[in-house]
């Protein structure tokens, strides 16, 4: 899938292009749904793996012959257990640079139970949840009131085991880039751990107690991100969705007293351990770019035009300032021709390729729903890419 004037290591590669160094073609990340991975496997690409490539093609088989959403609870939960091979050892195989490497064990998440019938987990900050389409929703959060939320108590992290995972990968890919999971404060408090309404009145009822425990989350978060790093990863991914479609979640006045000053910090604590941050915000940035660039953040990943981003306007901006990780819109690319998605792409990656800070790399995850045409374009068109068929610097 690459030809032989690369020179440099996915890893080496990645992490110029953070830099704002140069490199030898643009970095390439894939985001899967394990859905979508399972039919890539049965329609597109098989996994090297024989044992992992017959499973993932019967998990689709019985999926989409049971109707997809209307398939039986268990067909749409046990793709879910492809999450991770998705978006690492099959992702690499597909062409990505960079590998999804969560830390955590079976213990620490939890475990999945029964009740009355249907699939239950309980997850490691202490939320139920029940199957939702093809996830696992919260249906019974953690902190139900104010003082849940005085007296949460934080899972321990303190295990090595906790991080054997990322060490193990590491061991086995010295040359992948590796990205490890992690989490602002403001999305999954409000909407995995607390009921989201009842947390936004809380912003303006209790605010000192709302900053209290995003005090005490994003220490419990740079904890997890030091030992992650510690443990062989190169990039801390840090989800905080912030934006809806054209607006922000909460304004930016309190964003700015609330959620910022954690951003800033946790990015800062990051560094000093020796890793950059890619941040996963859906929804609309526009408003939120330049305090990225006083934060020092390293990279933006999603980037959804659908929601209202301009990325010719924020890269002619701030694309010397920060990486962006975006180019293959899975939202819009569903209802658009291969050809149409081509195009796109392409019209995306002359757009990151005018300094270099680019990580080709999905809008979101990519879903089942996207037609098989258009998957099979998206691999060829990037192939292309990587392989030097494609010059950055045309249709400026």
């Known amino acids: 899938m690459t030809d032989t004037r690369e020179k440099m290591t996915s890893r080496e590669r990645v992490l110029a292009c953070l830099k704002g160094l140069p490199t030898d073609r643009v970095p390439v990340m894939y985001w899967l749904n394990p859905h979508a991975a399972v039919r890539l496997m049965a329609e597109f690409q098989p996994a090297n793996s024989k044992i992992w490539n017959f499973v993932g093609r019967w998990l689709w088989k019985k999926f989409a012959g049971g109707g997809e ?27 990505a640079d960079m590998a999804q490497v969560p830390f955590g064990t079976t213990e620490y998440w939890g475990k999945l139970y029964r009740e009355n019938g249907k699939i239950r987990a309980k997850d490691g900050f202490g939320s139920i949840r029940g199957m939702g389409g093809i996830y696992l929703e919260v249906i019974e959060p953690a902190i139900k009131n104010i003082d849940d939320l005085k007296n949460f108590r934080f899972p321990d992290v303190s295990s090595d085991r906790n991080f054997d995972r990322i060490r193990k990968y590491r061991q086995k890919h010295p040359d992948v880039c590796i990205f490890t999971d992690n989490f602002g404060v403001q999305d999954l408090p409000t909407s995995q751990m607390f009921e989201m309404s009842q947390m936004m009145i809380a912003l303006y009822e209790y605010p000192d107690e709302i900053k209290q425990f995003q005090q005490n989350f994003a220490d419990y978060m740079i904890d997890i991100g030091r030992r992650s790093i510690k443990a062989g990863a190169d990039i801390i991914f840090m989800y905080d969705d912030y934006g809806y479609t054209n607006r922000t979640l909460i304004s930016m006045d309190m964003w700015k007293e609330f959620t910022y000053p954690h951003l800033k910090r946790m990015i800062e604590a990051f560094h000093d351990a020796g890793a950059p ?12 770019l330049e305090y990225y660039v006083e934060a020092e953040l390293d990279a933006l990943q999603t980037f959804q035009l659908k929601a209202g981003n301009d990325f010719e306007k924020a890269y002619a901006e701030f694309g010397d300032k920060f990486t962006f990780n975006t180019g293959i819109d899975i939202q819009l690319g569903e209802q658009m021709t291969p050809e149409e998605l081509r195009e796109d792409i392409l019209r995306s990656y002359r757009i990151g390729g005018r300094n270099g800070r680019h990580i080709i790399g999905m809008s979101h995850m990519l879903q089942y729903t996207m037609p098989i045409e258009n998957m099979r374009m998206i691999f060829k068109t990037v192939n292309e890419i990587q392989a030097g068929v494609h010059d950055s610097r045309v249709d400026r």
Request: glycine share 6%.
């Open 69 to 95: 959403f209307d398939a039986k609870e268990i067909w749409r939960a046990l793709p879910l257990l492809y999450t991770l091979y998705a978006n690492n050892d099959y992702a690499l195989e597909l062409g």
């Open 277 to 288: 941050v890619m941040l996963h915000s859906c929804g609309y940035q526009m408003p939120f």
